[in-house]
């Protein structure tokens, strides 16, 4: 799958999603496209950044289980 990214230098391209969070890391892209639209790394949510969520919980307790067979 391709994500649509923006670069530093403002140049918009498109990168293989498996190198998405490589780039983010090396400060390469200022923003990605997902499907609610467009993500500022520096201000948005974004998974394995090490960042606190604020948002509301997603995943719901109760309906975790384990199944042992």
Known sequence: MMIRV???DQAAGRVKAS???ELITAGKIVAF???G???????DPIRGKG????????REKSTRRVFFG
């Not at 639209?37 to 201000?43: A, F, L, M, T």
Request: no cysteine; aromatic share 16%; net charge positive.
């Open 51 to 58: 960042r606190v969520y604020h948002g509301p919980e997603r």
């Open 6 to 8: 923006l670069y530093k």
């Open 33 to 35: 496209f997902r499907s």
């Open 37 to 43: 639209g467009w993500v500022n790394v520096e201000r």
């Open 19 to 21: 190198l998405l969070s």
